[in-house]
């Protein structure tokens, strides 16, 4: 009965690899994001999506591409890997993307570049 | 742009009241929020302020005041499990994603 999951939860590859992130919520939610949170513990959106339309991306760069099936998954492939790629990414959800709706996020992927 | 400014670290003793103060920089100011992170977990909300004043859910409360840019967390009957990272957060300009402070440790001893 987990409200957001996301898989792996470990990922550790070599610099210069493709991977995929998956995040799934089960709690009808519109919309869904992926945050980056790097060492230091500062979380930082990276997407922001609604009705699997893609409402913002902060800056980040184009080896990221999220994918929205449904508006139930919110998946992230990362293109090229790089060393300062390496965080923890997190997935959440929330009702819509007013200042009110609470944020419930996954458990995180902890990726780790070599 | 938008800026959130909070203690670095906080310690108390089990038992103990302790607050954690967030300011903010924002254009356009939709509510502050506030979410609780445990050393490897995931961030969960914890409250949501839209107007000024206290909002309280348990051992846990939280204060805003706009003209101030200021809000706070108090946390009372300190617990060893409340031991965990606080992060203050806004909603960003266009509405759209949450801007979060750098985080607030939060050290309970016995």
């Known amino acids: 009965d987990t409200a957001v999951s996301q898989t792996p939860k470990y990922l550790v590859t070599q610099m210069g690899n493709d991977k995929s992130i998956k995040c799934e919520q089960n709690?009808?939610?519109?919309?869904m994001y992926w945050y980056k949170q790097d060492s230091k513990k500062f979380l930082k959106i990276m997407f922001s999506?609604?009705?699997?339309?893609?409402?913002i991306n902060e800056t980040v760069p184009n080896r990221f591409s999220p994918k929205s099936p449904d508006k139930a998954h919110l998946n992230l492939h990362i293109n090229s890997l790089e060393l300062g790629d390496s965080a923890v990414y997190f997935c959440?959800?929330?009702?819509?993307?007013?200042?009110?709706?609470?944020?419930?996020f996954g458990d995180g992927t902890r990726l780790s570049i070599l | 742009g938008q800026s959130l400014e909070q203690p670095s670290e906080v310690t108390a003793v089990e038992g103990a009241i302790v607050q954690i103060n967030c300011t903010y920089q924002?254009?356009?100011?939709?509510?502050l929020s506030w979410y609780q992170q445990h050393d490897g977990g995931a961030p969960t909300f914890l409250s949501y302020?839209?107007?000024?004043g206290l909002e309280e859910t348990g051992r846990f409360s939280s204060f805003l005041s706009r003209s101030d840019s200021y809000g706070y967390l108090l946390l009372q009957e300190l617990q060893m499990k409340d031991s965990a990272s606080y992060f203050c957060?806004?909603?960003?300009?266009?509405?759209?994603?949450?801007?979060f402070g750098k985080g607030t440790t939060l050290s309970v001893s016995s």
């Open positions: 959440a959800s929330s009702q819509d993307h007013r200042a009110n709706q609470p944020q419930h």
């Open positions: 709690l009808g939610h519109d919309t």
């Open positions: 999506y609604n009705n699997k339309e893609l409402i």
């Open positions: 924002t254009s356009g100011f939709y509510g």
């Open positions: 302020n839209g107007l000024d």
């Open positions: 957060a806004v909603i960003n300009q266009a509405g759209t994603a949450l801007i």
